[in-house]
């Protein structure tokens, strides 16, 4: 049986290559590269804002608790699909630089994963706060 992370790796480059072609065929070879260059360094440019944001959000506690562990991680994917060459990828990634959308697919990561300690949600936690 074929693996998820292989089925993507082989189900992504396609859809993204048909989407692509399709684009191109109605807009123009040219400019549907150009256009997927300029969605890729647009959206860099608003991962970089977000994870500012991000972190300054961390600093004031504005984060909710339960997804603030998420956040970076999910930043981190947006930039990764932005930097994938393709319209399909580069939307996916800017539906993760939106912070309700990114809340929301933390939370059902939590909810489907647990939060800390697994499932159940027991376990440790340990708060540290900087002193200024």
């Given at each position: 049986?074929?693996g998820?992370?292989?089925?993507?790796?082989?189900?992504?480059?396609?859809?993204?290559?048909?989407?692509?072609?399709?684009?191109?065929?109605?807009?123009?070879?040219?400019?549907?590269?150009?256009?997927?260059f300029?969605?890729?360094?647009?959206?860099?440019?608003?991962?970089?804002?977000?994870?500012?944001?991000?972190?300054?959000?961390?600093?004031?506690?504005?984060?909710?608790?339960?997804?603030?562990?998420?956040?970076?991680?999910?930043?981190?994917?947006?930039?990764?699909?932005?930097?994938?060459?393709?319209?399909?990828?580069?939307?996916?990634?800017?539906?993760?630089?939106?912070?309700?959308?990114?809340?929301?697919?933390?939370?059902?990561?939590?909810?489907?994963?647990?939060?800390?300690?697994?499932?159940?949600?027991?376990?440790?936690v340990?708060?540290?706060?900087?002193?200024?």
């Open positions: 049986m074929c998820p992370i292989l089925l993507a790796a082989i189900l992504i480059p396609a859809v993204e290559l048909w989407v692509i072609i399709e684009v191109g065929s109605r807009i123009g070879a040219l400019t549907a590269v150009m256009l997927v300029v969605t890729a360094g647009l959206g860099m440019v608003f991962a970089r804002n977000q994870s500012l944001s991000t972190i300054s959000r961390l600093r004031e506690g504005t984060l909710p608790a339960d997804v603030a562990g998420l956040d970076g991680p999910l930043l981190l994917m947006a930039a990764l699909l932005l930097l994938i060459p393709g319209f399909v990828t580069d939307g996916l990634g800017g539906l993760l630089l939106i912070p309700p959308v990114r809340q929301r697919v933390a939370r059902a990561i939590v909810d489907r994963f647990g939060g800390p300690g697994g499932p159940d949600g027991s376990g440790t340990i708060v540290v706060r900087r002193r200024d």
